[in-house]
């Protein structure tokens, strides 16, 4: 697969733009200790950082992606999680323009424009999670799905892979089983042959660790999205994502309407993806993802009679091109050098106060930094979320939202301190109640029984 | 008459479902008091129900819908309040059902394309203006098609329906700028008859002009549209776990699915479908614009897929069979009318309460009993009720902060001069109340009345 130089050029550039952003997702932290855990040969199947579901099973479906993000960590520190965001960034962007360059071949500016929605909305995900890695993938997937057999045979060892990093993959085999589907009802002679093509494909989502489980992941967040995380809530056209999305898919409805006929294929992959990319907002980018070779395909060229009248283009430049981008690769160390956690959201100055042991209960948002900063203040609960649902969510939002009966709930867990925000209702309210504060500042209030 | 057999039996089996539902709207009782004031003494320019934003402009949007609301109300009780629902939803279904049979000769494809109006619709089928929106909604697009198809009159018509629109309810603004699409993108194709677009375009604007509001008429949807009240679960985006998010879900699906698949469509019909599916997308409420807009597109679908299912074998329906369907419309709506509810279901409001509620102003009422306590209670005046606008900001803060009995509650409770509580039990500033030991007047398992100190 020969891909563009002008695809490689923007993915260098937005490679360079993402190490403006910094290092501060709350879900890195507890990625990074799950892969390091991992990396020391010990793949945590049952829950070890908090104290409120110890012991209860947890998910292993993004194993690798922890791995990933761990030894990029412990190679290089936080340079190598900026260094992976960029690599991953990079390979995003020139993926997606590269499927655009291959629909619209000569055409770099109506390129650009259809991959423009899928760099918009994507860049909503450009976080140093496994996430991003799966919309890699998620990428990859479209652009190998467009070609023939062997990209589609190519699309399985894609999937292994994918169903190692994240819980996307589902999705992707969605994709595998409709373009079967589609391709058999086009090509009726040998259709059989796509049988063993989808049943390979569903083979390769079930040897993972968690074998048949790996799916439960992906089928909880499916089938019952933790709405109260502003990602996994549904699309809003008020925010700026869901603006984006909504054009999106009026983009998709208008070019469908006015353009060319879609193929069979195109519309099997269209239809669920827009359909998965209403269900939460984090999913939006995958319909813009799927849009691009569509779009490409189908939108005027508005410099098309300027370019019939030049000369070809010279493929000469190509080395040149090339030579650029090396040069421009070259500085990216540079970018990522001086890469260091952005912790003014977090509430470092309060860590002294908080006791270690189990019983600290503490804010959702810093579960995941808390077992990383303090590894020995066992977490009540964290962004893993489902190891939690439903009960500790449950008691969870009874006591940050002090909710009656919370003082009960307190007392049942045996909770001894609490890391909260000072305008979290508890705050207030366990105050009210005799709660001694041990340590207030603007970010954070520690609270001692 | 052949036409009309199918779109009537569809119509009558919608409005029959409807009559199913109780009168249990909480917003109904404001509209009914508003549309009784209306004829009292003239449209209700200023707030008379609340003691919190008493005198303060009010939103005058609604006025001719709330007043046929309130007759209906007048002429035969809360039977007459239920009759309206089960005629204006019977309508609302009958029109999508014949706009889709607009091009396609197939009973089965128009009652497959309208089943998507008929469920998405159920969730706006409520005694409320805003039903009214949906109809006429409804035959706007029938008329903008048919205006498009050559009808001068269809157009010219379009125009006094927005007139009217303009006075029921806000909506009316999605039929003002479709009106315009479609008018813009006629006199761009067809230049024989661009003078006639052009005409009804300016004065289709002109007319949401002419209402007791003037330009005024507009604040109401364009801040709806700007800024949603995401805190109500019907301004709320839309959600694919719930199923109405479902059906809206498998709607929008379809009309990919028949956009890229299948014979072309007619490209003029982008003009409409594209706004209604970005409009449909905002709110929960809006879902059912596109299933309503979208019918005559998959009837035409539905109709290749059975002639190519069928080998191009015809189903038309006759003519002594559309007057049986005709006549069983007839039965149906009958019948409609004698189960339609004759009294509201009370059973969400706290009526035992009603005795023990303080008279004048100080009153501290849950948002979703404000409009019930008005009806209820006219000597007590609200703190806050549906109306929701004219209460945003300061006095939707302090309701915020009182009944989640947030930091600064009580300092709220002192300076707006709260008297009583009138909450759900399981309220925080219920529990708050009762640990600091104010006393309780009266109380059951749904409501608890609480004088403050």
Redesign the interface.
């Given at each position: 697969m020969r891909v563009s130089p002008f695809a490689l050029f923007l993915g260098v550039v937005f490679a360079y733009l993402v190490t403006l952003q910094p290092i501060n997702d709350s879900d890195l932290f507890w990625h990074v200790e799950t892969g390091r855990l991992t990396l020391a040969g010990d793949l945590p199947r049952v829950e070890v950082f908090s104290w409120t579901a110890r012991g209860e099973p947890v998910f292993t479906d993004q194993w690798l992606g922890d791995l990933v993000l761990a030894v990029a960590r412990a190679a290089a520190g936080w340079p190598g999680i900026l260094a992976l965001r960029a690599l991953a960034v990079f390979a995003l962007v020139a993926l997606v323009v590269d499927a655009a360059m291959s629909a619209r071949p000569r055409a770099p500016i109506v390129a650009a424009a259809a991959a423009l929605p899928a760099i918009l909305l994507s860049r909503f995900a450009w976080t140093d999670r496994p996430e991003l890695l799966g919309l890699v993938c998620f990428a990859l997937m479209i652009r190998l799905l467009r070609g023939g057999d062997r990209e589609l045979l190519f699309a399985i060892p894609l999937l292994f892979v994918w169903a190692q990093l994240h819980g996307s993959y589902a999705l992707g085999l969605g994709l595998i089983l409709a373009s079967c589907a589609a391709r058999a009802i086009e090509e009726k002679p040998e259709r059989w042959r796509f049988v063993p093509i989808a049943s390979f494909a569903v083979l390769a989502t079930l040897l993972g660790p968690s074998g048949l489980d790996a799916w439960t992941s992906s089928g909880g967040h499916f089938l019952a999205p933790p709405r109260f995380i502003a990602e996994e809530g549904a699309p809003d056209a008020r925010t700026l994502p869901g603006a984006f999305f909504l054009i999106t898919l009026a983009l998709v409805i208008a070019t469908a309407s006015l353009g060319r006929r879609a193929t069979l294929r195109e519309t099997l992959v269209l239809v669920p993806v827009a359909l998965v990319a209403l269900t939460a907002t984090r999913h939006t980018p995958l319909l813009a993802i799927a849009a691009v070779p569509f779009f490409a395909s189908r939108w005027p060229d508005p410099i098309a009679g300027l370019r019939d009248r030049s000369p070809a283009a010279p493929e000469a430049n190509l080395g040149r091109t090339r030579a650029f981008l090396i040069a421009l690769l070259a500085f990216l160390p540079i970018a990522v050098l001086d890469a260091h956690v952005d912790e003014s959201t977090y509430p470092r100055a309060a860590l002294a106060a908080v006791p270690e042991g189990a019983g600290v209960f503490n804010q959702y948002d810093w579960g995941g930094w808390l077992l990383y900063a303090k590894p020995s203040t066992p977490v009540f609960i964290d962004g893993r979320l489902f190891p939690y649902v439903p009960d500790v969510l449950a008691d969870y939002r009874a006591i940050v939202g002090a909710h009656p009966g919370w003082e009960s709930v307190v007392a049942r867990h045996g909770v001894k301190a609490m890391l909260v925000r000072p305008s979290d209702p508890i705050a207030v309210r366990a105050t009210e109640r005799g709660w001694r504060v041990a340590f207030r500042d603007a970010i954070a209030v520690v609270l001692i029984r | 008459m052949t036409r009309l057999g199918v779109p009537l039996l569809v119509g009558a089996l919608a409005g029959a479902l409807a009559a199913v539902q109780p009168i249990n709207d909480t917003d109904v009782w404001w509209h009914l008091a508003t549309g009784r004031e209306t004829l009292a003494q003239g449209i209700v320019r200023s707030d008379l129900f609340s003691w919190t934003v008493r005198g303060a402009p009010v939103s005058t949007d609604q006025w001719l819908g709330q007043v046929v609301l309130y007759l209906s109300y007048a002429v035969a009780g809360w039977w007459g309040v239920a009759l309206l629902r089960v005629v204006l939803v019977g309508t609302l279904i009958a029109i999508v059902a014949l706009d889709a049979s607009g091009r396609v000769q197939r009973p089965l494809a128009v009652v497959l394309a309208t089943m998507p109006a008929l469920l998405l619709t159920r969730a706006v089928a409520v005694d409320r203006p805003e039903l009214a929106g949906f109809v006429l909604f409804a035959a706007l697009l029938y008329l903008l098609r048919r205006g498009r198809a050559g009808s001068w009159r269809a157009l010219v018509a379009c125009t006094a329906l927005v007139g009217v629109w303009a006075n029921v309810h806000g909506s009316f603004a999605l039929g003002a700028v479709l009106t315009g699409f479609v008018c813009i993108e006629g006199a761009l194709r067809d230049v024989a008859r661009r003078r006639e677009y052009i005409a009804v375009a300016l004065a289709t604007l002109a007319v949401t002009l002419a209402t007791p509001a003037g330009i005024a008429t507009w604040t109401a949807p364009g801040s709806h549209f700007l800024?949603?009240p995401?805190d109500i679960q019907e301004w709320?985006?839309?959600?694919?776990?719930t199923p109405l998010?479902v059906a809206y879900?498998a709607t929008?699906?379809l009309?990919?699915?028949s956009?890229?698949?299948g014979p072309?469509?007619d490209?003029r019909?982008?003009v409409i479908?594209?706004p209604v599916?970005?409009l449909s997308?905002?709110a929960a409420r809006q879902a059912p614009l596109l299933a309503i807009a979208v019918a005559p597109l998959f009837a035409e679908r539905v109709a290749w897929a059975l002639a190519f299912a069928t080998r191009g074998a015809t189903a038309q329906i006759s003519r002594p069979a559309s007057t049986f369907l005709a006549a069983a419309a007839v039965a149906i709506a009958a019948m409609a009318v004698a189960i339609a509810p004759r009294a509201p279901d009370e059973r969400a409001y706290p009526r035992a309460a009603l005795d023990s509620i303080p008279h004048g102003d100080g009153l501290f009422a849950r948002y979703e009993w404000g409009g019930w306590l008005i009806w209820n209670a006219p000597a007590t005046p609200v703190f806050v009720d549906g109306r929701l606008f004219q209460y945003r900001g300061a006095v939707l803060d302090d309701y915020q902060r009182i009944v989640?009995?947030?930091?600064g509650w009580r300092d709220a409770v002192t300076r707006r001069g709260v008297r009583a509580l009138l909450v759900v039990p399981?309220d925080?500033v219920a529990?708050r109340a009762r640990e600091l030991g104010w006393r309780v007047i009266a109380s059951s398992e749904m409501f608890v009345l609480i004088a403050a100190p």
């Open positions: - | 800024s949603p995401r709320n985006v839309v959600d694919v776990r998010g879900a929008l699906a009309l990919i699915a956009v890229l698949a072309r469509i490209p019909e982008a479908v594209i599916a970005f997308l905002t989640t009995a947030k930091q399981s925080p529990v």
